[in-house]
């Protein structure tokens, strides 16, 4: 497998004509707080309990992967004690840029969802979390700009800035950073929300997550159900990657990949697989482009929506080097706590570059299968899953391909033309 790296630069941004005006809305540089507040941002919150049943009225679902919905959290940590909030805007994963444009870009609208998010759960201790440094620069501005306005919020807020892993932004690896300790993951329990910052409860939100809640202050619960599905309701920001229209766009959920191909004038029929939900789902074969965007339509075919990254795979790429690239940075990118993540990362990452590599034989694939399932929950944080996805995922799409593999003769990687960058789909902002 011929390895290089690179990073794909996102260039263009740009919302589907369905979303309305919500995350991207046109914002074309940097929103300052003039303009935030001309479209209605930093309203008064007349009555919190309202609110809170409005948020959770809309079916709004976390947006760093494990969507969950976000009204369930806010009403758990606002039963707690002193409860604590922070915004997580760390996107350790490759394939995505929505998290960083949104504070570089939209610092008002996610600082005023993380004001919500205090409100709404009694919170006076507010924190965002970043690794970007132009991010943590935006947000720091945009406080400035708010204290020089002489908006008063009742809260204390602080901007960390950890170094960029893969883990750092996984909620307990927050917790810990944030308590003084390294950016990384410990196990559960205590979960953050019973035990989080400081011992005290604490709701650790995905920045895009956040951005929704004043949007749903504003359009009311109906207001913000007018687009997506009944059970992944509102817009999502999309991070799409592999060479056929990359770009972060602003999607209702719904819409499918072909119809997103289609509306940015690409040919789905160029498509092999899709690279689902970061590195976190795995490939999906090309049927997945007429799958609904939704977390659980994702869900019923075996793979996920995730962050909201889509890596296409093209018809001149291999699923098997692909998915082998991504093991191969999930063995070296773990935080090498567990014994069951390093050793079990390590292991299939051996088996996909021995079938990369036309070595690996009918046993080796049944050693990955074993894996792909028994390795699952073993670990102190997702990245086992995330890498068991991987296995299981090429395993159950392409298991024809992963038999070429063992028989030492794949057409893709016979014609020479795959070109695999490591880590593959990475892209950063401009
Ligand atoms: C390995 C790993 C890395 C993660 N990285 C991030 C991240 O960078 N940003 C993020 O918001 N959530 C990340 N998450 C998810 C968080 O643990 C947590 O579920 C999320 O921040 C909750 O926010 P939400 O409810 O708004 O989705 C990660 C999870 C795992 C397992
Ligand atoms: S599961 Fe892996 S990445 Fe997560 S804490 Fe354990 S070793 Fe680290």
Same mark, same amino acid.
């Given at each position: 497998m011929s390895l290089t790296t690179d990073l794909e630069v996102v260039g263009t941004v740009t919302a589907h004509?369905?979303?309305?005006?919500?995350?991207? @809305? !046109?914002?074309?540089d940097r929103e300052g707080l003039d303009r935030y507040r001309a479209t209605g941002g930093y309203a008064p919150v007349e009555d919190a309990e309202a609110l809170l049943s409005a948020v959770e009225a809309s079916g709004l679902r976390g947006r760093g992967g494990a969507a969950f919905p976000t009204g369930t959290k806010l009403r758990t940590v606002r039963s707690g004690q002193s409860p604590v909030v922070v915004a997580n805007g760390e996107e350790g994963e490759p394939a995505s840029v929505k998290d960083r444009w949104l504070l570089r870009h939209r610092p008002h609208l996610v600082l005023d969802g993380l004001r919500l998010a205090g409100i709404l759960t009694g919170a006076h201790d507010l924190h965002v979390y970043v690794s970007d440094p132009a991010a943590e620069s935006s947000v720091t501005d945009a406080l400035g700009e708010v204290a020089e306005a002489g908006i008063n919020w009742d809260a204390k807020i602080s901007v960390t800035r950890v170094d960029p892993t893969?883990? @750092? !932004?996984e909620e307990t690896a927050v917790v810990r950073a944030l308590n003084g300790g390294p950016a990384l993951p410990q196990d559960k329990p205590p979960r953050p929300f019973d035990?989080?910052?400081?011992?005290r409860p604490t709701l650790v939100s995905n920045v895009e997550t956040l951005a929704n809640l004043p949007l749903i202050q504003r359009l009311g619960a109906d207001g913000y159900r007018a687009?997506?599905?009944?059970?992944?309701?509102g817009t999502f920001l999309l991070t799409l990657t592999g060479g056929l229209g990359n770009g972060l766009y602003e999607v209702p959920f719904g819409l499918t990949v072909r119809q997103v191909l289609t509306w940015l004038g690409?040919?789905?029929?160029?498509?092999?697989?899709l690279l689902m939900g970061g590195y976190f789902s795995g490939v999906l074969g090309?049927?997945?482009?007429?799958?609904?965007?939704d977390y659980d339509a994702m869900r019923q075919v075996g793979s996920g929506l995730g962050c909201g990254a889509i890596g296409v795979v093209l018809q001149d790429r291999c699923p098997v080097a692909v998915s082998a690239a991504v093991m191969a940075y999930f063995a070296r990118e773990n935080a090498q706590q567990c014994g069951s993540c390093f050793n079990g990362t390590a292991a299939m990452a051996a088996v996909l570059e021995g079938l990369v590599e036309y070595k690996a034989s009918d046993e080796d694939v049944r050693r990955l299968t074993y894996w792909s399932s028994f390795l699952r929950g073993r670990g102190a944080c997702g990245t086992l899953d995330g890498a068991t996805n991987v296995a299981a995922a090429l395993l159950r799409e392409f298991p024809e391909l992963v038999d070429a593999h063992v028989a030492g003769s794949c057409a893709t990687c016979d014609a020479g033309t795959v070109r695999v960058v490591d880590p593959p789909f990475a892209v950063g902002l401009p």
């Open positions: 004509p369905d979303a309305g005006d919500r995350l991207i @809305a !046109g914002v074309p893969y883990v @750092a !932004g035990s989080g910052v400081d011992g687009v997506g599905t009944a059970d992944s309701p690409q040919d789905p029929d160029q498509v092999r697989a090309a049927q997945g482009l007429d799958v609904t965007l």
